[in-house]
């Protein structure tokens, strides 16, 4: 099965740096995705990682190690519309299950002036 | 483009009641899922589809039953509506399998189900 956590809330000021972190336990692995969720609103695909690394885009990226089963999303130059839940999911090795997904709970991101 | 359209937005239900949830897509993507969200437990996934006429249960199908006739659609069967299944339920869709770039899930605005 899948195991995957996030903080529950975090709080940062427009403007800063913010670092969203999201572990993970599976028994496979074959890719994982950030989604951003605004209050009331579906969510919206972020980034997505499958090899070791670091991905840019623009003020967001997306970290991944295989090897610790960890994930960040990192937001730069917070604005007040960044206000959201970042939803962390894991997508397990293909077995024919298509596009089955596991959540985290998600991380409610509070941006303050 | 309209992408992944989902009706009603709002219902209330009574208990033991059935009704249909509908979702349909004009991407020509050939994975469809629903998936429902509670405070605390995130999305969790009811019943995907890779396909016309290809179904299959995710973590929590008990209640609700699916087809895919098409590959527009995707409707979602609750049987006889229960309090727990109180609940906010999106449809999502993806172009198929392959590359990640492919499984990008794309998310309707979502229903919001109360049922008393």
């Known amino acids: 099965g899948q195991n995957i956590d996030q903080p529950t809330e975090m709080t940062a000021t427009e403007g800063a740096i913010v670092q969203i972190n999201c572990t993970y336990q599976t028994s496979g692995f074959n890719g994982l995705f950030w989604y951003q969720q605004h209050a009331g609103e579906a969510p919206t695909f972020l980034s997505y990682?499958?090899?070791?690394g670091l991905e840019e885009k623009g003020r967001f990226s997306s970290f991944l190690s295989r090897s610790k089963g960890y994930s960040y999303l990192l937001l730069k130059e917070l604005q007040m519309k960044d206000s959201a839940s970042y939803l962390c999911a894991v997508r397990p090795i293909l077995t024919g299950g298509g596009n089955k997904l596991t959540f985290g709970t998600g991380t409610q991101l509070k941006v303050e002036l | 483009n309209a992408g992944v359209t989902q009706t009603p937005k709002f219902q209330v239900l009574k208990t033991g009641q059935s009704m249909t949830l509908q979702c349909a897509q004009d991407m020509n993507h050939e994975y469809m899922s629903w998936y429902r969200q509670d405070p605390g437990m995130g999305l969790r996934l009811i019943h995907y589809?890779?396909?016309?006429?290809?179904?299959d249960q995710g973590e929590v199908p008990n209640g609700y039953n699916v087809s895919r006739s098409t590959t527009e659609d995707f409707p979602l069967r609750l049987l006889s509506a229960a309090p727990s299944q109180t609940s906010v339920y999106f449809c999502?869709?993806?172009?198929?399998?392959?590359?990640?770039?492919?499984?990008?899930?794309?998310f309707g605005a979502g229903t919001r189900l109360s049922v008393l």
């Open positions: 990682n499958v090899l070791d």
């Open positions: 999502a869709s993806s172009l198929g399998s392959g590359t990640l770039a492919k499984n990008i899930q794309y």
């Open positions: 589809s890779v396909g016309a006429g290809i179904t």
